[in-house]
């Protein structure tokens, strides 16, 4: 029993001796933690410090833009961006030692103002009262701040030209539904269109033979006309060989020298249209004839009294027949009838009249 608590109680004692063994390790990493800490916090600090007075300083004074952020924990406001700023500074003044210097021969700032200060257009300006190179600082800074808002409104600028253009693509998109959209009511309407021209193609062919059938039925009716008023005037010139005939043998019986003596017929009618109205007669220019002379046609009765059939107006005069055309018609006019002026005619008809009035 004495050995096992003497055991139990030499673990106990190891155990306590670690534990305050490994206190203390990590009281001392604590301290060294601390310690560290606290270095690296003024090691940030002095390095902030320096950079804004250095640094920035110089960006601010020339009106640079340097990158920067809101103070940590550790108060550390200048970041990566800001360091990579100043480089690219150091770098423009590297490429400007390595290629503008040469060309220039300045080694300093002091050599660039003494030379700026000693040309003729410093002086000239100094004269005038203006102000010297050095003063320029704050001008240039604005041309900077005026570059950069000019490249912010560039930038703007080429958002709204993106904008615009999505807006143009769309408008055309729209603009192409609508011509795809007019084109299939152009088709739909060229359809229609074309199927109303079928239909009134159609019926044009259908009026078209109509026509023709009624033109095939009055040139029928006209040659059936024209052949029965040939064959009525080949009747009337029957008839009127007849009566002459009659006429002759009455006269050589009974009638003595008359009436058709004393009229005097001027000509004959040699033809008759009677489709148009005209007439072909004897006489033109060889007999005086005129145009728009005026004829009466008459033909001799079976008792030897001219009676009227009608009056013929001259249109067209040749040299030895003329065209009249039927201004009046109270009998058919045929082929062989006599004609003589209306005037003649109306001067014959005066003693008739006067013979006529003791008998009444």
């Given at each position: 029993?004495?050995?096992?608590r003497r055991?139990?109680?030499s673990g106990y004692?190891a155990g306590l001796?670690v534990f ?5 390790i ?11 800490h606290?270095?690296v916090k003024?090691?940030?600090v ?13 960006f ?16 550390v406001?200048?970041?990566q961006?800001?360091?990579n ?10 490429e ?6 040469p060309?220039?021969g300045w080694d ?10 000693d040309s ?12 010297p190179?050095?003063e320029?600082?704050t001008l ?7 570059h950069?808002t000019?490249?912010n409104?560039?930038?703007?600028l080429?958002k709204e030209?993106?904008s615009?253009?999505s807006?143009l ?5 729209e603009?192409?539904a609508?011509?795809e959209?007019?084109n299939?009511v152009?088709?739909?309407?060229d359809q ?15 009026l078209?033979a ?11 009716l006209?040659?059936k ?9 080949k009747?009337v010139?029957?008839?009127?060989a007849?009566v002459?005939k ?6 050589d019986?009974?009638?003595g020298?008359?009436e058709?003596?004393q ?18 007669i004897?006489?033109?220019k060889?007999r005086?004839v005129?145009e728009n002379?005026?004829?009466?046609v008459?033909?001799?009765?079976p ?8 009056t013929?107006?001259v ?9 009249a055309?039927?201004s009046e018609?109270?009998k058919?006019i ?5 004609f003589?002026?209306q005037?003649?005619?109306e001067q014959?008809?005066?003693?008739a009249t006067?013979?006529?009035?003791p008998g009444?």
């Amino acid at each position: 029993m004495a050995a096992v608590r003497r055991s139990s109680e030499s673990g106990y004692v190891a155990g306590l001796a670690v534990f305050v063994v490994l206190f203390f390790i990590a009281l001392g990493a604590a301290i060294w933690s601390f310690k560290e800490h606290h270095t690296v916090k003024s090691a940030l600090v002095t390095d902030q410090t320096a950079f804004a007075d250095t640094i920035a300083k110089q960006f601010t004074a020339n009106g640079w833009n340097l990158p920067t952020q809101a103070p940590s924990e550790f108060g550390v406001v200048y970041v990566q961006e800001s360091y990579n700023a100043a480089a690219l500074k150091l770098a423009e003044a590297a490429e400007y030692e390595k290629v503008v210097r040469p060309m220039l021969g300045w080694d300093s700032a002091d050599g660039i103002k003494a030379a700026m200060a000693d040309s003729p257009v410093q002086k000239e300006a100094v004269a005038k009262g203006e102000p010297p190179y050095a003063e320029m600082r704050t001008l240039l800074a604005s041309y900077e701040k005026s570059h950069q808002t000019l490249t912010n409104q560039a930038a703007d600028l080429t958002k709204e030209r993106a904008s615009l253009t999505s807006q143009l693509d769309e408008t055309r998109n729209e603009l192409r539904a609508k011509g795809e959209e007019l084109n299939k009511v152009k088709a739909e309407m060229d359809q229609t269109i074309n199927n109303k021209l079928t239909e009134l193609n159609a019926s044009f062919k259908d009026l078209t033979a109509k026509l023709d059938q009624k033109n095939t039925e009055a040139v029928s009716l006209q040659q059936k006309y024209q052949q029965e008023t040939e064959g009525r005037q080949k009747d009337v010139a029957g008839l009127k060989a007849e009566v002459t005939k009659w006429r002759k043998m009455y006269e050589d019986a009974v009638a003595g020298p008359g009436e058709r003596e004393q009229l005097g017929a001027a000509g004959k009618v040699i033809s008759v249209q009677p489709r148009h109205g005209f007439v072909t007669i004897e006489g033109g220019k060889d007999r005086g004839v005129k145009e728009n002379d005026v004829y009466v046609v008459y033909d001799i009765a079976p008792g030897g009294k001219p009676e009227m059939k009608g009056t013929i107006v001259v249109g067209q005069v040749n040299e030895h027949t003329s065209l009249a055309s039927i201004s009046e018609e109270k009998k058919y006019i045929v082929a062989g009838d006599l004609f003589v002026p209306q005037a003649r005619w109306e001067q014959f008809q005066k003693p008739a009249t006067a013979e006529a009035r003791p008998g009444s």
